[in-house]
């Protein structure tokens, strides 16, 4: 029997009910996948990931238990009294009933795929696969308690090194290596080659009474991602997909929501509202949570001496594949943080009642629906590919205030400073909105179909020093430049293109006839060298 029949053959098995595979012991993988898939682009790769213990490994199905979960914690024990290594789990389906809590040193590592091994393809699937429990929800009385649900896999101890899960196709559960009190935490935090569905959580403030919440009501917890990770140093997120979910996505009726008479601080503050109820229903949405967060923090004002943990190195986060319907695909916090490869997506024309689960959404809401959101110093965001969209209000008219591409801001965060944003593509504008900079460059991207401006450097009060914006190409919208304390700005070599010009390989875009340029609103026009088909106007 051919291998890839004999993997169908144990897959079907586990569905039926759960199956102990065991590996022959000279079947089980000994070599670094990490290094296997990034062979020919080892560059890729940091040096501590080869370091890691792949050679010391113990097979899930050697171990005895009356569930999967007894069974790897006796792995885990075993795998403990060697030093730390790797847990094997052949081909099949592995049900788990509580959260996996590992112990520092242990790997998850599941079967490598067998011929379709980027997670940048739709048809990714590794063969072997976690299920954890399935929300049933029930609208009456007080509902279905959310601990019966929503589970994941964890760190036991935040304080310990070396936690990691490879080639796992995870079900209804999410992967959070959080921190200990007072920022404690270990290093080295890899997830790679996996794929994540029904990934969100449920907000344990909803149901709140004061929001004229039924008690079986839900919401989406709005700050737990699908993959989450803190290290003092030394993260390695690559090679994951995140696609649409769906499947268990469910519609809770008669949802009370607020209605503020004003807004949502006159509610908070005892002003007037009325409660509102959708009969028909507010969806539960699995993809409407964040995708990746990698030291997710928020200080503003940060800096090494005042919040050290903000500036932790070592993360790289590569070669991704998010989907989210709300919320913000991938946020890093760190000192050389690298984001790049990663291809995002948010679907147009996605109804979003609410964005906190209590009061109604209009058009001053926001949902955070962002491609990436980057925080510390000399990150590199490079060759992402990303589409998003905005969410509908309650009224569904309009769209709520966000759909935002890369995104560095002053609110929560540090100063920026020798950074890079490199050769993206997406729809959505690149935005460093009022923070202090010292060194950035903005080269080589492509941006715009749904954007204006395209391109954005608000600065109306902070300080921007050696900013380069320099061969990009504009869409759609503009290219505005607004700073207030300058020094050693460059905006040259841009190319407003147009959804109506034509690309010659090596030539000028050239406009269609009656195709408008594109405008540079900038403060100072002598900032601006050999850009074309761009009319140059001042800020007014």
């Not at 080659?193 to 909803?206: E, H, I, M, Q």
């Not at 944003?421 to 504008?429: D, K, P, S, T």
């Amino acid at each position: 029997m051919r291998i890839s029949g004999l993997i169908l053959m144990i897959v079907a098995l586990a569905w039926a009910g759960a199956v102990t595979v065991r590996a022959n012991d000279s079947a089980l993988p000994t070599d670094d996948p990490v290094a296997a898939f990034y062979a020919d682009r080892l560059d890729r790769v940091p040096e501590w990931v080869g370091h890691l213990p792949w050679d010391r490994v113990v097979d899930i199905g050697s171990f005895e238990g009356e569930s999967d979960d007894q069974r790897l914690a006796a792995a885990q024990e075993a795998i403990a009294k060697k030093g730390g290594g790797v847990i094997y789990f052949p081909p099949g389906v592995y049900r788990f009933n509580d959260h996996i809590r590992l112990q520092p040193g242990t790997i998850l590592r599941g079967a490598a795929p067998q011929d379709i091994d980027r997670a940048l393809d739709e048809a990714y699937m590794p063969a072997t696969q976690f299920e954890f429990p399935r929300y049933r929800p029930r609208f009456t009385g007080e509902g279905t308690p959310i601990d019966t649900a929503f589970k994941g896999i964890r760190i036991a101890d935040p304080k310990g090194d070396v936690v990691g899960v490879v080639h796992i196709n995870i079900n209804r559960g999410h992967i959070d290596f959080a921190e200990g009190p007072d920022f404690q935490t270990g290093t080295r935090r890899l997830v790679f080659g996996c794929r994540l569905t029904n990934t969100a959580t449920a907000d344990p403030s909803v149901p709140d009474a004061r929001y004229g919440h039924q008690p079986h009501q839900r919401w989406t917890a709005r700050h737990q991602p699908a993959i989450n990770a803190h290290a003092g140093r030394d993260v390695f997120i690559a090679n994951n997909r995140i696609p649409p979910s769906g499947e268990d996505n469910f519609a809770i009726p008669n949802y009370s929501l607020v209605n503020p008479q004003g807004n949502s601080q006159q509610f908070r503050l005892g002003m007037p509202h009325q409660i509102i109820t959708i009969a028909d229903g507010v969806v539960f949405d699995y993809d409407n949570r964040p995708g990746i967060y990698v030291n997710g923090f928020a200080a503003r004002g940060a800096t090494p001496e005042t919040h050290p943990h903000f500036f932790r190195p070592g993360s790289i986060i590569r070669d991704n594949f998010v989907y989210c319907t709300g919320r913000t695909a991938i946020h890093f916090t760190g000192d050389g943080t690298l984001a790049a490869g990663n291809v995002i997506r948010f679907p147009a024309g996605v109804w979003r009642p609410t964005a906190t689960g209590g009061t109604i959404t209009d058009g001053s809401s926001t949902n955070d629906n962002r491609a990436l959101t980057m925080r510390g110093w000399r990150w590199t965001a490079k060759d992402n590919d990303f589409i998003v969209h905005a969410n509908i209000t309650f009224r569904g008219n309009i769209a709520i205030n966000d759909a935002e591409g890369i995104m560095h801001e002053g609110f929560g965060n540090s100063s920026l400073k020798e950074s890079r944003i490199i050769g993206n593509r997406g729809n959505r504008y690149i935005c460093i909105w009022r923070a202090d900079v010292d060194g950035l460059e903005i080269r080589d991207n492509i941006i715009g179909d749904d954007s204006d401006p395209a391109i954005h450097i608000f600065a109306p009060r902070e300080s921007v020093r050696n900013l380069v914006i320099e061969g990009n190409r504009i869409t759609q919208g503009l290219l505005r430049v607004n700073i207030a304390r300058p020094e050693n700005i460059t905006v040259r070599g841009n190319h407003f293109i147009g959804r109506g010009m034509v690309e010659t390989p090596g030539e000028p875009p050239v406009a269609m006839p009656g195709t408008p340029p594109g405008r540079l609103v900038i403060t100072d026009s002598q900032w601006a060298q050999d850009n074309i088909n761009f009319t140059v106007e001042p800020i007014r």
